[in-house]
């Protein structure tokens, strides 16, 4: 079937109109949690239950980039596939440490998933290309060449001609706006054939990036007219107007389309750009919570709004309430001394009474004034108060977010019961840990594909400073590594994070690894060194054990190549030992004596 810019258009259309309440519904979301409000001179009291669940819930699951970790599939020998994946984990990690783009983008993503309900980031591969000069051909160098035969490999005497190499090379990870993303409606991910983004263009972008043909383009996006903008006020600047382009990935052709809102025609057509195995530039988005008949996600507050309206309701009859907690009340008019003891009566200060026998046959005091009773409004202040925390233990129940979490316990509780609360609160959150660590990885693993793909080899091992290692010494090794990333298909790997190492649990959890790490090696070895001096003849069987328990460990992969050096010399050693056994002192002395 041949897609043309109507058709993408109508495309667009139909995911716009099914997903408009989603978006309308998002809006209101994410203004109820900056806490926006129209009208500032009347404003309603709130208790912002939402920015507190969303300022718990998120450093819970995410607040810092992982640590990466590739892996052969299979954790046999092989010195090549272990450099390899070394080089590759390198690799990842650097542009992840060195550039703030993965971190940024899926930090907002999450924003975006615990609020509207889905987070979206997309690949780019992007290589900077440098001109370069070709050196001036002299007449030594032509005369050398004509000797050879091949003037023409030189070019001509005194042309340069410029070139262009690949300088560096990136990839970087941007963040989708949530209403900027767009996708085949479907009832399952499984069932998307074609995603989209919308990106702003200015004149002089569009130019750049397609050519003349953008000079036909209208610039019909100003931020005046942008819907979430509600400023209308300001005058249009015309260098404020962008182009709306969209940039269209189609499974089915395996074509990529870019197109622009007003205009007929393509602005560019290119076949599968990444050649990424799943062919979309982006991972399956974070869903909040979606059903097996639409991917429209519901947002996480739509499942407590009921009860967060009621905790607003509540807390601002405890505003009212509380500004009705004043003495106030009324006094005898024939006894002026008793305003003065309301208004300037402090503590030991008496106010004269001129006709104190009457004022005693009318009661003194007790009579004169009668205050505004406060106990029932009190009374009903702290019932309002118990509601209000019951409407919060009711949210909490829904969102999974119990005391534990939010760092709030009872100082008599006893470990068991806090332990218990702590799994409790594991269990709830481990789906979207899950779901999050899932969309790290899938980022991940489609880098290590364009890596692998796209990057040249010089670059890929100037990143990864694999020279510094003791793998970096063998050339050999290095190059068969590299032609295996650049051959192999990156399934042969396995792309994997820890995922707690995306939250703030233990900041010397290397430190720790790496004393585990010695700790146990040390402990077999010395344990080792004892048997092979009884029996010499199992040492190979020890080393062996030795790789099976160092493979196991992640932070042991540099000095894996170590140990199998040590393995090969002590099998080396054996088998020498076996050729040549030294002879037994006492058949000597047997000989000796027989002789």
Not at 514 to 534: D, P
Request: with cysteine; proline share 5%.
């Amino acid at each position: 079937m041949a897609y043309d810019a109507f058709y993408w258009r109508d495309e667009l259309h139909r995911y716009r109109e099914d997903y408009k309440k989603w978006c309308e519904s998002g809006r209101k979301i994410i203004k109820r949690y900056r806490d926006e409000r129209k009208d500032a001179t009347n404003i309603d009291i709130r208790f912002n239950i939402l920015w507190s669940n969303i300022k718990t819930l998120k450093p819970a699951i995410y607040s810092k980039a992982p640590n990466v970790e590739v892996s052969r599939r299979f954790k046999d020998q092989n010195d090549v596939g272990r450099v390899a994946s070394i080089i590759l984990e390198r690799t990842i990690d650097y542009e992840l440490r060195q550039y703030s783009d993965f971190h940024s983008s899926l930090s907002n993503a999450i924003d975006d998933r615990l609020l509207p309900g889905r987070g979206v980031s997309w690949l780019r591969y992007e290589p900077k290309i440098e001109t370069q000069e070709q050196p001036e051909i002299t007449d030594d160098v032509e005369n050398e060449a004509d000797e050879v035969g091949s003037g023409e490999a030189y070019g001509m005497a005194g042309e340069v001609e410029p070139f262009e190499v690949v300088a560096d090379e990136r990839t970087p990870v941007d963040y989708v706006f949530w209403e900027d993303f767009a996708h085949l409606p479907a009832r399952t991910w499984e069932e998307v054939t074609w995603v989209a983004r919308r990106v702003y263009m200015s004149k002089d972008e569009g130019l750049e990036r397609f050519g003349d043909i953008f000079e036909q383009v209208s610039l019909t996006y100003s931020r005046e007219k942008d819907p979430q903008n509600d400023d209308n006020n300001q005058n249009v600047v015309a260098d404020d107007k962008k182009a709306v382009v969209w940039e269209i990935w189609c499974k089915s052709t395996k074509t990529v389309y870019w197109i622009a809102d007003g205009f007929d025609e393509f602005l560019d057509k290119r076949d599968d750009p990444l050649e990424l195995e799943c062919f979309f530039p982006c991972p399956k988005p974070m869903f909040s919570t979606v059903t097996t008949d639409s991917l429209i996600p519901v947002a996480d507050f739509k499942l407590y709004q009921d009860q967060a309206d009621e905790i607003d309701e509540i807390s601002g009859r405890i505003a009212h309430l509380t500004k009705a907690l004043k003495v106030m009340g009324v006094y005898a008019a024939d006894e002026p001394s008793l305003a003065r003891l309301m208004k300037e009566g402090q503590d030991a200060v008496l106010i004269p009474v001129e006709n104190w026998p009457a004022f005693m046959e009318k009661g003194g005091l007790g009579q004169a004034i009668q205050l505004v009773p406060l106990a029932d409004i009190i009374a009903t202040l702290q019932q309002l108060y118990q509601a209000r925390e019951s409407c919060k233990q009711i949210i909490y129940e829904t969102t999974g977010l119990s005391d534990i979490l939010r760092g709030a316990s009872v100082a008599n509780e006893t470990a068991t019961a806090q332990g218990i609360k702590a799994q409790f609160a594991s269990i709830r959150l481990n789906d979207m840990k899950d779901d999050v660590a899932r969309f790290a990885r899938d980022i991940l693993r489609m880098k290590a594909e364009i890596i692998c793909s796209k990057y040249q080899p010089d670059i890929i091992l100037q990143v990864s400073g694999i020279a510094n290692t003791p793998d970096g010494q063998n050339p050999e090794l290095i190059a068969a590594a590299i032609q295996m990333l650049k051959n192999e298909p990156i399934r042969n790997y396995n792309i994997d994070i820890e995922t707690d190492s995306m939250v703030e649990i233990d900041q010397q959890k290397e430190k720790a690894d790496r004393i585990e790490f010695l700790q146990a090696s040390s402990g077999f070895l010395e344990k080792a060194v004892q048997a092979t001096q009884v029996a010499p003849e199992i040492l190979p069987l020890v080393t062996q054990m030795l790789l099976f328990g160092v493979r196991g460990f992640r932070v042991g992969r540099e000095l894996e190549g170590v140990f199998e050096n040590f393995q090969q010399e002590a099998k080396a050693k054996v088998e020498q030992m076996q050729a040549n056994p030294k002879p037994n002192p006492q058949e000597q002395e047997m000989q000796a004596k027989m002789a």
